[in-house]
């Protein structure tokens, strides 16, 4: 199916809200909390994640409670044992923001009622993603738990400069400021804007920061050393919210009971280890190899695709656990666990296939080159003039691995590169969905969409593989594909054996990617946001390795 070609004479956005919703409304059944005193029964609305006969009972719980009443001890009640048994891993995330979405939904209907002066909440935050970062969906999350837990929140979006996230700080008067960011680049701007307000004098707002990049040591060793406030390693969205129920009640954050954080392994860039991207003569152990001849020199577009062929190359490990955040329950066995996601998981995952199938619009861009590497470089010829000269770093022991070691310095070699989208719209749907309240549907459709975009990398490497006849070591099951068992590797740049983002404007060089609508921003990344980048290497011994 050709989604570019598909003429459409309606928002298929805004129909597939539309549809989503009047399914909802379908799913009722019987009341199951028929017969329970009031007070028990909103609860359980919270924690069941129910909104049928929501106002219904709302309206009845008003005849006895004022508003705030029913917010504070009753939901908020129903959202701390949510709380719980997320922290007991007998809930997952999904439900936790199906309760959200009732809370939230309660909240809206009960807020008219409430006197202008109540102040209900527990207190306040300014989130942001910091500047240069575009990553929005582990803020959001943030954002969902606290205000669904009683907290302010004034989310101010992604790419924010200090400037932005003071002003905000200022006007809105809140008691804490979170940044977020997954950028290695973050954690220098995160370290930036603490001393920004050192100088500013603005040390009285503690501050909390979040995201991959960071490690729980970096933050609580080393930025708590320079800012003269409070800062706080929040790992997840849970922790961000037991560290605003400590600072609510006065004292300091709770320490955290969590592990040592959730570190992106180190990422060698050239300004900070000059000496990773100095050759000093000696190259790792990779032998040579004869160069398989591409079929065409050059780059290439496509955009038409099956999507459901695409699909097919979604890990349903990094879907159903890594973005939905599915968890075993600690009652559950392993083989348990596996038949509870297929009997409860796996109709989601086919559901939204069908559902998405119009909202995608997977593209791709690729080509063959003629290179040669120099000590840790990699030259690449440009057949429309000139030539990309990128820059690896090295291993400073062991196997002394490099990048460009993969390809031959005497004499000519190939290199592949490929660039994949799944376009705009998903994006468009996700921030809807947020809006919206649409909590467990908006984390859905974002794990869809970064999954779908790894397939699609996953699906056209396969592809060059083929085309260039280098797909003579193919594993039997999609299963080792993931596991990347198969001649040659996919290096994208960010990633630590090619760290440099920058690199992102040689291969928009030799690609083009501009083509198939992706832009590269200011800062190196790219947009649409579920696309990615990379350079193919054909070698039989080239597989990811890390830079120390
Ligand atoms: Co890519 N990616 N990616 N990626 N990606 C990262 C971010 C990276 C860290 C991976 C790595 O190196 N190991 C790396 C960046 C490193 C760097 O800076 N150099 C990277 C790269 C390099 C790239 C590309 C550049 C690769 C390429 O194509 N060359 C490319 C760029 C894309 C672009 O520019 N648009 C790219 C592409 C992609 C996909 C499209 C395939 C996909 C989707 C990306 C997206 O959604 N925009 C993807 C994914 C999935 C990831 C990882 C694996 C996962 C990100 C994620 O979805 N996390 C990521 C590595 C990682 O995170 N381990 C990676 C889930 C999210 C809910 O978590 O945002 O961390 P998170 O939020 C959590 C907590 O951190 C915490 O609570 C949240 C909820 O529990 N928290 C806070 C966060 N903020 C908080 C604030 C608080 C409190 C708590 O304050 C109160």
Same mark, same amino acid.
């Not at 000093?280 to 079929?295: A, I, L």
């Not at 780059?299 to 038409?304: A, L, V």
């Given at each position: 199916m050709s989604q570019p070609e598909r003429r459409c004479t309606y928002d298929p956005l805004v129909e597939l809200m539309r549809r989503f919703e009047s399914v909802r409304q379908q799913e009722t059944a019987a009341d199951p909390l028929e017969g329970l005193p009031i007070e028990d029964r909103l609860r359980r609305h919270i924690v069941d994640g129910l909104k049928k006969n929501l106002e219904r009972d709302l309206e009845e719980a008003l005849e006895s409670y004022g508003p705030l009443e029913i917010v504070n001890d009753i939901l908020l009640d129903?959202?701390?044992?949510?709380?719980e048994l997320f922290g007991s891993g007998q809930m997952q995330l999904p439900f936790v923001l199906q309760s &959200? /979405? !009732?809370m939230k939904a309660a909240v809206r209907y009960l807020e008219p009622r409430m006197e202008k002066a109540a102040e209900r909440s527990k207190g306040s935050i300014v989130l942001a993603t910091v500047?240069? %970062?575009v990553h929005d969906i582990g803020k959001n999350l943030v954002d969902i738990i606290l205000s669904n837990n009683g907290f302010r929140v004034v989310n101010i979006g992604i790419k924010? $400069?200090?400037?932005?996230?003071?002003? @905000? &700080? /200022? /006007?809105? =008067?809140?008691? @804490?400021i979170g940044m977020s960011g997954l950028l290695v680049k973050s954690t220098l701007v995160m370290r930036e804007n603490l001393l920004e307000m050192n100088e500013r004098g603005l040390h009285r707002y503690p501050v909390i920061l979040g995201g991959a990049a960071l490690t729980r040591a970096y933050v609580e060793e080393d930025l708590r050393s320079l800012y003269k406030g409070n800062v706080y390693y929040a790992q997840d969205a849970f922790e961000g919210l037991r560290i605003m129920e400590s600072l609510a009640k006065g004292g300091p954050a709770a320490p955290a009971k969590s592990g040592p954080g959730r570190a992106v392994r180190s990422h060698r860039l050239p300004d900070s280890e000059p000496d990773l991207y100095r050759f %000093?003569?000696? +190259?790792? %152990? !990779?032998?040579?190899?004869? $160069? $398989?001849? $591409?079929?065409f020199l050059g780059? =290439? +577009? +496509?955009?038409?695709f099956d999507i459901f062929e695409i699909y097919r190359y979604i890990n349903p490990i990094a879907l159903f656990r890594g973005q939905w955040q599915f968890r075993r329950r600690p009652d559950q066995s392993n083989p348990e666990f596996d038949q509870w996601l297929a009997e409860n998981v796996q109709p989601i995952f086919e559901r939204l296939?069908?559902?998405?199938?119009?909202?995608?619009?997977? +593209? !791709?861009?690729?080509? #063959?080159?003629?290179?040669?590497?120099?000590g840790n470089d990699l030259v690449v010829a440009n057949p429309e003039g000139g030539e990309v000269r990128f820059r690896f770093p090295r291993q400073r022991d062991g196997r002394r691995l490099c990048l460009a070691d993969f390809f031959r310095e005497d004499a000519d070699d190939y290199v592949a590169f490929q660039a994949v989208t799944v376009g705009p719209e998903v994006s468009r749907y996700e921030r809807a969905l947020f809006e919206a309240g649409d909590y467990q549907r908006y984390l859905l459709v974002h794990g869809m969409g970064v999954e779908t975009a790894e397939a699609l990398a996953e699906y056209w490497h396969q592809q060059v593989r083929r085309e260039w006849g280098i797909d003579d070591q193919e594993p039997e099951s999609l299963k080792l594909l993931f596991s990347a068992k198969y001649r040659g590797a996919r290096f994208s740049f960010g990633y630590p054996a090619c760290p440099n983002l920058e690199d992102q404007k040689g291969l928009f060089e030799l690609l083009r990617p501009e083509r198939i609508g992706i832009e590269l921003t200011e800062e190196w990344m790219l947009s649409p946001e579920q696309s990615t980048t990379a350079l193919?290497?054909?070698?039989?011994? &080239? =597989? #990811?390795?890390?830079?120390r």
């Open positions: 129903g959202m701390k044992t949510v709380g &959200a /979405e !009732v500047a240069g %970062d924010q $400069p200090i400037e932005s996230i003071l002003k @905000a &700080a /200022e /006007e809105h =008067k809140v008691d @804490a %000093d003569g000696v +190259r790792s %152990d !990779v032998q040579p190899v004869e $160069p $398989p001849v $591409p079929p780059s =290439k +577009r +496509r955009d038409k296939q069908r559902e998405l199938a119009p909202v995608f619009q997977p +593209r !791709v861009v690729w080509g #063959y080159f003629r290179c040669r590497s120099q193919i290497a054909h070698h039989p011994q &080239a =597989k #990811y390795f890390n830079v």
